[in-house]
T-cell receptor, first 113, second 115 residues
């Protein structure tokens, strides 16, 4: 069965510093990997996805993620954090041939001024 | 704005009652997904419909049911409600229902409180 792990409940970073939100996955076959962000009282918004190709994927709002097949990881990164990046971040995986997207438990990112 | 509309935004009801949550997908999207978000369970996939037919099923209780209508809007029916059903219920849509690689577009959710 496909699964996603986000080992950190919360990540704290100072504005201007780089940030990393970790995600590892488990699927059979090739994964489709996604990052979503949820702001307070809002639905989830798509940030970026990895399907195939270049292991470094660039997405919205300056975020990027690195796919590492050997470590089964898909960490979200941003070179310089903004206070407005503070939100709940979800990693998700979809297994080839399956319909549903399986989400991790979410990581709360707190960027301090 | 994702283009996915969910109503009602908030709902307070009592145990044992029945409620219906409604979702209108983005224009042209054929797939509708329902997710439940609670503090202790995270984001759980409930069910997917594609062009009116059930396509995938997740951790949906027997007290819950869903359907997708010919105009592609979907309803999630929750019955014999329990305190533990209190959660945020999200609808999402996507253009495809098959093995496409596209992302999901989420509505802003319906917050259900069972007292």
């Amino acid at each position: 069965a496909q699964s996603v792990a986000q080992p950190e409940d919360q990540v704290n970073v100072a504005e201007g510093n780089p940030l990393t939100v970790k995600c590892t996955y488990s699927v059979s076959g090739n994964p489709y990997l996604f990052w979503y962000v949820q702001y307070p009282n809002r639905g989830l918004q798509f940030l970026l996805k990895y399907i195939t190709g270049d292991n470094l994927v660039k997405g919205s709002y300056g975020f990027e993620a690195e796919f590492n097949k050997s470590q089964t990881s898909f960490h979200l990164k941003k070179p310089s954090a903004l206070v407005s990046d503070s939100a709940l971040y979800f990693c998700a995986v979809r297994q080839t041939g399956f319909q549903k997207l399986v989400f991790g438990t979410g990581t709360r990112l707190l960027v301090s001024p | 704005d994702s283009g996915v509309t969910q109503t009602p935004k908030h709902l307070i009801t009592a145990t044992g009652q029945r409620v219906t949550l409604r979702c209108s997908p983005r224009s042209g999207d054929l797939s509708v997904y329902w997710y439940q978000q609670s503090l202790d369970q995270g984001l759980q996939f409930l069910i997917q419909y594609y062009n009116g037919e059930e396509r995938a099923k997740g951790n949906i209780l027997e007290r819950f049911s869903a359907q997708q209508f010919p105009d592609l809007h979907s309803e999630l029916n929750l019955s014999s409600l329990e305190l533990g059903d209190s959660a945020l219920y999200f609808c999402a849509s996507s253009p495809s229902g098959g093995v496409g690689t596209g992302e999901l577009f989420f509505g802003e959710g319906s917050r259900l409180t069972v007292l």
